[in-house]
């Protein structure tokens, strides 16, 4: 018998008690049902991947893209699926509002809203129009009366406004204001994680990889750990240098599977066969 939704949720808070988890980021079901195969325990849409899935740059898609993207993924899988919700898809508190109760009835079990108006070119929204904004999504969830887990997330060092001071007071604000974790992508080191940690404790933070491993993030006390776009990436470069080997010079050597990286993908996608 599959999970409840409810039961999806309460699993999804309880990852982020102790520990430290990998929440791997799928942009489709495929995707997502083998991730779920590899043995994760939740998972994490990410904007970037569907939008090249969708032939849209990131950021470049509307809500309801999103929203019907994300009931694809909670069908698709038995484990907690955090959604992507960038900038919940509205500036103001009341739109953010109504844009993440639209979110929770597609039965996930996060979210994470951010205070980049919109994309790496934009800049953040002011301080205290982003904590009115983490706050209306707060009311969403307590009035939707469904346990969804509230990620804030702090955007100045991914789009190239590396200030740590103003990070973590915003981090800090957001999570008076509601916010289950926090989370500034584009974190590089130790100093900068380890100060993350320390403004919001007791509560979890979700670091970027960048490269670093699973071990050395732990030891910096991030309690859950996202690729981003990266899978996603990975797979449409792998697509992009292979047909382009064909296009150019007619060899078909690199776009066949390799025996060794095998994937047995008839039996994975079996699980959800009719």
């Given at each position: 018998m599959r999970p409840t939704i409810s039961e999806k949720r309460s699993t999804f808070r309880a990852l982020h008690e102790a520990g430290c988890f990998v929440i791997p980021n799928p942009w489709d079901a495929g995707s997502a049902v083998i991730l779920e195969d590899l043995g994760f325990k939740a998972l994490a849409s990410t904007s970037a991947g569907l939008a090249w899935s969708q032939a849209r740059?990131?950021?470049?898609?509307?809500?309801?893209?999103?929203?019907?993207?994300?009931?694809?993924?909670?069908?698709?899988?038995?484990?907690p699926i955090n959604a992507d919700f960038e900038?919940?898809?509205?500036?103001?508190?009341?739109?953010?509002?109504?844009?993440?109760?639209r979110a929770i009835e597609t039965g996930i079990a996060g979210l994470s809203v951010e205070d980049s108006a919109g994309g790496r070119n934009a800049g953040l929204y002011d301080f205290d129009l982003s904590v009115e904004r983490i706050a209306a999504a707060r009311t969403a969830i307590d009035q939707s009366g469904h346990d969804v887990f509230l990620t804030a997330r702090s955007e100045g060092f991914f789009i190239g406004q590396p200030d740590l001071d103003e990070t973590?007071?915003?981090?800090?604000?957001?999570?008076?204001?509601?916010?289950?974790?926090?989370?500034?992508?584009?974190?590089?080191?130790k100093d900068q994680i380890t100060a993350v940690v320390q403004a919001v404790a007791p509560k979890p933070v979700n670091v970027l990889t960048l490269g670093l491993p699973l071990e050395t993030l732990a030891e910096f006390g991030a309690r859950r750990v996202s690729v981003g776009g990266s899978l996603a990436h990975a797979a449409y470069a792998e697509l992009w240098h292979s047909a382009k080997d064909i296009a150019e010079t007619g060899n078909f050597e690199t776009s066949k599977p390799n025996p060794g990286r095998g994937v047995p993908f008839n039996k994975i996608f079996s699980k959800r066969s009719v």
């Open positions: 740059p990131d950021n470049g898609l509307v809500v309801e893209t999103v929203l019907d993207h994300l009931s694809v993924l909670v069908d698709a899988v038995d484990i900038n919940a898809f509205a500036e103001d508190p009341s739109g953010v509002e109504n844009n993440v109760s973590l007071r915003r981090l800090a604000a957001y999570s008076d204001a509601g916010a289950d974790c926090l989370y500034a992508p584009g974190l590089k080191d």
